[in-house]
């Protein structure tokens, strides 16, 4: 659908493009093996996967192309660099929640505010179970915390339901409400969630508080007899970044695939209807508190499997790193894709985190480097430039200036979702 | 229960409580006078509210490095902080309203609405930007002044700081100034009209554009205002301090109702003392189980629950649903 917009002609006929985009894989991928540690080689990468998307290659070679840089390639670069393989983890990871978050502000129209207090419920879940924390407050003779690893897997499905469970607490109350109204409350939920984190350390010791909490259970490398039998010797440190790599990878597929299929399901058309004109749609019978309540749900669910997941990858948490900033970074990220759009939430989400840990990150160490080396530029020293200005720390002045940027000059987002744009053009 | 220990501090948290309540008042005058008129939450006001105080702040540091500060009256400062802050953040206010809201305007209620979360992010760090640069630093205090934070004794109980008298009467020159320009002139009755319906007001010779520039730059002066007087009343800022004041007077907006400007008044007024009775008598209460850093979720559960079961707010009409 969207091959037509871009103006080169010759990765729109099949067999041109099959062979331009293989090129510039296998280019950019060994551009990426010869220099490790250059982030242009890895965007480069990065760009052909997206090259990939938009290209005119016939569906079947299209996906097992899709699946031999995903599958294949990517972890092999991830060996090569490992700080590769946690990007493109992170982006797995803000995927699942930019898709989620679109189910409930692209198709339903609910803006959310608090979203992150779904992937908080998820983290911390596992992290009190998974980890020593539970003993705190569960008296010792009954059982013995941590919880074995095997246990992660059934945490994954609880997280679904603790996700969706949250989801429906806080839609209860506020389903009443509409816009403005209902984003200040999710707002408000989000803070209260926080909130909570950081001060139920006393009476009973829940979270830990302020200090987090450590070691969590990370999942069991149940594969590692299989690949001793195969004759692969390799320690946790290696395996443990491709083994949340491919997690990840399975979830977010599960994630598109639900989304997809809701879509286009009744239930995706239910929501689009409350989008466009509540009242509209209920008067054509569809029942807005059980939608709303789903979508809520929905998007809640995916928040709360991610959350078991970060938990685990990051060992330890705490309440920083749900704060409200993660919340307008998802929103962001679907805003930029586009709302509505599984593909928009993709890319979107992919941009933003690369933005972020990759090219913000590099500016800053780039910076830091001019500035210890004492370079000039146009008669400026840059090590007078003060120590405060880093341009990684201003992560909150790019999603402003996306949010902006994005609602003024290109309100349907970078892939819009067709219904989305008719909408809009409307108005 | 200690019930002399809890009525000995009641003089005090009822003084901290209005303080805060006409803190908040002030800054929700520019989300209800916005919502007034334009029907939607100006997300970028606690920002607005943020700029004044370091407005204010900047011209303390600078007096006080050209050792004017001990020189100059108290008051004068304070006039002057004032002033300055009001016209700062006045006319940021405007200029956020032309290029992140204007083009916007007549778009489905959501799109301005993320626009203003944009803006509020964009000020934050554009703020923690240029302090960095021309600071080095972005956690500013208040120099103080010895003049304002004498205190002196109403009982023996009970004393009060100069400046805590300050900040009030402040506050309630300013509202009491606001009233009679919205209520008693003809610029406030245009500005009213655009309230009642933008058509018609343009109909009848009114400049809407204007007027809603106009309602941003009060709503934005009184926020410029409120964010020196929060400057000289807990010295401490910095550059997110915004958010958690900005939710706060949004919530007394609501609880007062939103669009009517003596409902924020005492939706300020409600809250800031429910909030200051919570802060204070919760940990008390529960011997030590839960403490002041509740009141935070205090205020949020205020929120939902007006929103759920009064809507319109304490003093509100009904407010008009725009989809």
Redesign the interface.
Known sequence: MSARAFPATLIQRPVPAAITVMAVIALSSYSVAHFPRSIVAFMLFQASILLLYFSGVTPWLKAILAVLTLGLLMPILGTINGFYLEVAIQVGIFVALALGLNIVVGLA?L?D?GYVAFYAVGAYTWAIFGSPQANRFISETTAQFPLPPEWFFVFLLLGVLTGAMTGILLGI??L??????L???T???G??IR??A??LD??INLTNGPKGITPIQRPPLFFRPVLNLMGIEASPVTLYPLYFYFLVLFIVGVVILVNRRLENSHIGRAWEAIRE???AAQAMGVPLVRMKLLAFACGASFAGVMGIVFSAKQVFINPESFT?LES?GV??MV?LGGMGSIPGAILGASVVTILNLQVLKGLSLWLNELRNAGVTILGYNLADL????EPA??E??I???????M??LR?QGIIPSRRRTR??RE? | MDLPLLLGILPEVILDGLILGFMYALIALGYTMVYGVLE??NFAHSEIFVVGAFVGVEILLALKAREWLDVLSPFLVLLLLLAAGMAVSGLLAVTVERV?YR??R??????????A??????????I??FE??WR???NLVYPAMDQLNRRFTLTETIDVSVKSLVVILAALVMLWTLHLLVNRTKLGKAIRAVAEDQATASLMGINVNRMISLTFLIGGAMGGAAGVLFGIQYSLINPYTG?VPG?KA?TAA?LGGIGNIPGAMVGGLVLGLLETFAASYFSLLTHG???S??K??FA??V??LI??FR?KGLLGEVVR?R?
């Not at chain 1, 999603?399 to 940027?405: E, K, P, S, T, W």
């Not at chain 2, 979360?117 to 554009?126: K, M, N, P």
């Open positions: 129209g803006l505010l109350p506020v009443r409400l509409r816009g403005d109204y984003a200040i409350v707002l408000g939920f803070e209260v909130v909570l950081n001060n006393k009476p004109d509540e009242v409200f307008i929103l962001s805003i003060p120590s405060q200005f720390k201003y909150r002045m999603f402003g200036i996306i949010l902006v940027l609602v003024i309100p909408e809009l108005k | 939607f939450i992140a083009p916007l007549g778009k489905p209620r959501l799109i301005p609405f993320i626009s979360i944009g803006v509020s992010f964009f000020l934050q760090d554009a923690r930007l960095s640069l080095n630093a972005f958010f939710i949004f609501v189980a839960f403490g850093e509740y935070d979720i949020f559960s929120l939902i929103l759920i809507p649903e989809t």
